[in-house]
């Protein structure tokens, strides 16, 4: 995954903090984003985060593992 992917959750992924639903859980499984960027380095060294890919959907952003994602189907 490369950043400017568009990628859509492929498993049941629970978060409490999106902006519409604050407190509640919320599944994101379905949803379409942007992949803004992998993390495997931080001020030169590499890293190894449990959660390395970060996901924009609009303003809200998420970290994911890369097998919760999918490549989205375009529909062009």
């Known amino acids: 995954m490369q950043p400017g992917d568009q990628v859509q959750v492929s498993q049941s992924v629970v978060v409490y903090h999106h ?3 604050r ?3 919320f599944d994101l499984k379905g949803q379409q984003g942007e ?14 985060p449990t959660l390395p890919v970060v996901v924009a959907f609009g303003k809200f952003r ?9 490549p989205a189907l375009s529909l062009a």
Request: avoid cysteine; hydrophobic fraction near 45%; proline fraction near 3%.
């Open 19 to 21: 902006p519409q639903h």
């Open 35 to 48: 992949v803004v960027t992998v993390l495997n380095e931080w001020k030169g060294r590499v890293i190894s």
């Open 23 to 25: 407190g509640v859980a």
């Open 62 to 70: 998420a970290h994911f593992r890369s097998d919760e994602l999918a």
